[in-house]
């Protein structure tokens, strides 16, 4: 039987998607963490990517990841 080992599938493609993610979206969900959730709260970002623009954006206005 042959398996196919998938855990290592985004190491495969990272370059790739952060070459092309923009922006968008980033001060979207800054502005709702700002306004729905107290100050230095830590929020857990699980499954998405490079963590560029949107963790980027909720650690520059505090929040821990």
């Keep these: 039987m042959v398996t ?4 290592e599938g985004w190491d495969a493609i990272a370059a790739t998607f952060m070459a092309f993610r ?7 969900v800054q502005r709702w963490a700002k306004d ?8 857990l970002d699980m499954g998405c990517g490079s963590g ?8 520059g206005e505090g929040f821990s990841l």
């Design 22 to 28: 923009s922006e968008v979206g980033a001060q979207l």
């Design 36 to 43: 729905a959730l107290p100050p230095s709260t830590a929020i």
């Design 52 to 59: 560029v623009p949107i963790a980027q954006a909720l650690v």
């Design 4 to 7: 196919t080992e998938t855990s």
